[in-house]
C-alpha cells in the first residue's frame, strides 16, 4: 500500500523544510541546477503577493548553488532579504498556485510579464532547466493551500 | 454552377473552382496547423488574371489570400471564406539575360525550376532557400534566407524589380529605386499590399564545382567563434549549420522522464571552384577548431543546392512530411545566442526532431536592406530553428515547449521569422515589428484600402476572421 503523505500547510516553517529536503533529493535538482548560483549569487526570494487566497504576503526565501539547497525558510521580505537574494519572483498567490499545481509554466508567467523578476532576468531565462526542475520540486511538497 | 465562378471566370483565362471542387491538401498548408476553406479557388494564368481577380474579389467584398508552393505554417496559403489564388499556375521561368545577370520569372515558379534553368548558363541566384520546391513569390513575401545569406543578404535583396498587383487593383512595376515604398513593403511584406506576379531576379556566376568540409563541434561557443570566424575570412561561398542531438538516455523534465542528448553542432562550409583548381583545403580550414573534421564532398554545384532534397524524400517516405510543422525559428543578437541554446537545448526531447532538424545559421546583419525583414541591431546574428514534426496527437503536448522557445528567444533580444509558426496577440506584432509598424500599416492603408488581402495572420487592420485548427 502507498503511503500518501499528509499535506503540509503552505507558509510554514515544516513546508519551507520538506522542500529543502526535497530539492537535496531531488536527481533532476542536482543535474539541471548544478551550474546555478556558481561563483554568483543563486539565491531566490519567492514573493507571495495576498489576494483573494492569501490574506498576508509571504517570501520564501531559498539559499541555492550547485545543486543544493541549504536554507529554506519563510522570511519578512525586507528590503534585507531582498539583498540577500541574487532574484526575486514576485507574483500574486493564485498564480503562484496555478504554476505549482502545473496548470501554468513558470516560464509563460515570467516571459509574459505576470511574474515579475528582480535580478539578472537573461540570468534566470539562461538556466530554464534548474527553474523548471525548482518549480517541479516545489509543485511536487504535498500541501495544504490557504482557501 | 455558382454564380460568382461564372462570372470571374467570364473574366479570366485561368481556372475558377468554387468550394466544394478545392482540394483538400489546399485547405491547410505545410504547417498542418490550420484547416480552412475558400470560396473560390483561382488558379490564374497571367498577371492579368490576377488583376482582374484582385478587382473581382474588391467589387465583391472578398477577402483574397495568395498561395505559392503552401509551404507556411501559419494563417497563411489559406483562405476562410475568401478567394485563394493559387500562384503555381503561373509559374514561368522568362528571360534569361546573360549580360546583364537578371532572370524574369513569374511569381508561382519554383526556385527549383529556376535552378534548372540558370544551370546550363552557369547561373544562379546569390540566395537560395533550402528547400527548393517554395515558390519565387512565396519566399520573397517572408524575405527568404539560406546559405548565402551572410554575405547576400535574402532573397529580397536580390530582385531587381517586381510586378505587383496591389490590393486596390492596380498593377504596377517597383524595385529598389522605383516605387520602392511599395516594394520594401512587398518584400517581406506577408501578402499584405499586393500580390507579386512576376520578379525580375539579380544572378551570378557560379563555378561548376563546390566543395563542402563537413566540421562537428562539440561546444556551442567555440562553435560560435569559429562560424564568426568563417564568415569575416570570405573564404567561403556558402555556411550551413545544425545543433544535433546524441541520444544518451532518459532523465526527469519536469518530473517525466524523457530521453536527453549530448548535443553536437555540425558545420558546413562550402567553396565552389572550377575543375582542374580545388581549393587549398588547409588554407580554408586554418585557425579553425572543431571537435573534428568529419568528411570533404564535392558535388556539382547545381546539385549541392539541391542537396537537401534526399533528405525531404526521407521525411515524405517516413510519413513526416503530413505532420504538424510548427517551426520556431528566430535571428538572434550574437550575444545571447549561446544563451538560448543553454536554455532550450538541454532539455529538447531528441524525438521531437524525427521527420525535422534544428539549425543555426550565421548571418551579418547588414548583408540585407529589407525593411520588413525584422532582425536584432548589431552585425553578426545567428539564425535559430527548431524545425519539428509532430504527429498531429502530440501536437497540444509539444505546443507550451514551442511558445516558450519562442518567448525566451524574444526575451532574449531576437526577432522571429514570420514563415513558420507564430502566434502573436497584436502587441506582440507590435513589437516584432518595432518602428515599421506604423509605416508597414499606412503601406497597407494606402495599397490595400479595403484591407482583403492575405487576413489572418498580421492584424494590420481590424478584420481578422477567425481559423479552425486543423490538429
Redesign the interface.
Known amino acids: 500500500m502507498t503511503h500518501v503523505p499528509d499535506p503540509i500547510p503552505f507558509g510554514t516553517p515544516a513546508w519551507a523544510a520538506a522542500l529543502r529536503e526535497g530539492l537535496n533529493g531531488s536527481?533532476?535538482y542536482r543535474?539541471?541546477a548544478a551550474k546555478w548560483g556558481v561563483g554568483w549569487n543563486g539565491n531566490l526570494l519567492l514573493a507571495f503577493e495576498a489576494d483573494g487566497a492569501l490574506a498576508a504576503p509571504l517570501h520564501l526565501f531559498l539559499e541555492l548553488a550547485a545543486g543544493r539547497c541549504t536554507r529554506a525558510e519563510f522570511v519578512g521580505g525586507s528590503g534585507r532579504d531582498r539583498a540577500e537574494a541574487g532574484f526575486t519572483l514576485r507574483a500574486p498567490f493564485s498564480l503562484w498556485r496555478d504554476i505549482l499545481e502545473r496548470r501554468v509554466?513558470a516560464?509563460?508567467a515570467i516571459?509574459?510579464g505576470k511574474m515579475k523578476v528582480e535580478g539578472d532576468?537573461?540570468a534566470l531565462?539562461?538556466?530554464?532547466?534548474a527553474n523548471?526542475?525548482l518549480?517541479?520540486v516545489t509543485g511536487?511538497v504535498p500541501t495544504r493551500f490557504p482557501s | 454552377m455558382s454564380g460568382l465562378r461564372d462570372q470571374l471566370k467570364r473574366q479570366i483565362e485561368g481556372a475558377v473552382r468554387d468550394a466544394g471542387a478545392v482540394p483538400v491538401e489546399r485547405t491547410t498548408n505545410f504547417g498542418h496547423l490550420f484547416r480552412s476553406a475558400p470560396r473560390l479557388l483561382v488558379e490564374p494564368r497571367t498577371a492579368e488574371d490576377v488583376r482582374a481577380t484582385v478587382q473581382f474579389a474588391r467589387a465583391k467584398g472578398l477577402t483574397l489570400s495568395t498561395r505559392g508552393a503552401g509551404h507556411s505554417q501559419s494563417h497563411l496559403g489559406i483562405s476562410d471564406g475568401g478567394v485563394l489564388l493559387a500562384m503555381g499556375s503561373l509559374g514561368r521561368v522568362l528571360e534569361v539575360d546573360d549580360r546583364a545577370l537578371t532572370a524574369d520569372v513569374e511569381a508561382g515558379a519554383l526556385w527549383g525550376d529556376v535552378v534548372a534553368r540558370l544551370k546550363p548558363l552557369g547561373l544562379a541566384p546569390p540566395v537560395l532557400t533550402n528547400n527548393l520546391n517554395v515558390t519565387v513569390g512565396g519566399t520573397l513575401s517572408v524575405a527568404g534566407i539560406g546559405v548565402a545569406s551572410f554575405r547576400y543578404g535574402t532573397q529580397g535583396d536580390q530582385v531587381v524589380s517586381l510586378d505587383v498587383v496591389t490590393g486596390d487593383g492596380e498593377a504596377v512595376t517597383c524595385g529598389p529605386d522605383r516605387n520602392e515604398d511599395l516594394f520594401w513593403s512587398v518584400v517581406a511584406g506577408l501578402g499584405q499590399v499586393g500580390v507579386i506576379t512576376r520578379a525580375r531576379l539579380k544572378l551570378r556566376r557560379v563555378k561548376p564545382l563546390t566543395r563542402t568540409y563537413y566540421l562537428l563541434y562539440d561546444d556551442a561557443r567555440r562553435f560560435l567563434e569559429d562560424a564568426r570566424f568563417a564568415m569575416d575570412s570570405g573564404r567561403f561561398d556558402h555556411i550551413e549549420s545544425w545543433a544535433s542531438p546524441s541520444p544518451q538516455g532518459t532523465?526527469?523534465?519536469?518530473?517525466r522522464r524523457q530521453v536527453f542528448a549530448r548535443w553536437f553542432f555540425p558545420f558546413h562550409l562550402t567553396v565552389e571552384f572550377d575543375p582542374g583548381a580545388p581549393p587549398d583545403d588547409a588554407a580554408l580550414l586554418d585557425g579553425l577548431r572543431p571537435y573534428e573534421n568529419l568528411y570533404t564532398d564535392d558535388l556539382p554545384t547545381a546539385e549541392f543546392f539541391s542537396r537537401l532534397e534526399p533528405v525531404f524524400d526521407l521525411w515524405k517516405r517516413g510519413g513526416t512530411w503530413e505532420h504538424v510543422h510548427a517551426w520556431m525559428e528566430a535571428v538572434m543578437p550574437w550575444e545571447?545566442a549561446p544563451?538560448l541554446l543553454?536554455?532550450?537545448l538541454?532539455?529538447l526531447p531528441p524525438s521531437i526532431l524525427v521527420g525535422g532538424h534544428i539549425l543555426l545559421w550565421p548571418a551579418k546583419g547588414s548583408a540585407s536592406r529589407s525593411r520588413l525583414f525584422m532582425r536584432p541591431p548589431g552585425e553578426n546574428l545567428v539564425g535559430f530553428g527548431i524545425l519539428p514534426a509532430i504527429p498531429p496527437k502530440y501536437w497540444p503536448e509539444a505546443r507550451?515547449m514551442l511558445?516558450?522557445a519562442s518567448?525566451?528567444s524574444?526575451?532574449?533580444g531576437g526577432k522571429r521569422y514570420l514563415s513558420g509558426y507564430v502566434e502573436f496577440t497584436e502587441e506582440e506584432w507590435r513589437e516584432h515589428f518595432g518602428p515599421m509598424w506604423e509605416p508597414f500599416r499606412a503601406s497597407k492603408r494606402r495599397f490595400d484600402p479595403d484591407v482583403i488581402l492575405n487576413p489572418g495572420f498580421v492584424p494590420l487592420d481590424e478584420r481578422r476572421p477567425a481559423a479552425s485548427p486543423a490538429a
Open positions: 536527481s533532476e543535474n539541471a509554466l516560464a509563460t516571459l509574459t532576468r537573461l531565462l539562461r538556466h530554464a532547466g523548471r526542475a518549480i517541479h511536487s | 532523465k526527469p523534465v519536469g518530473g545571447t544563451d543553454d536554455a532550450i538541454p532539455d507550451p511558445d516558450t518567448r525566451l524574444i526575451a532574449m
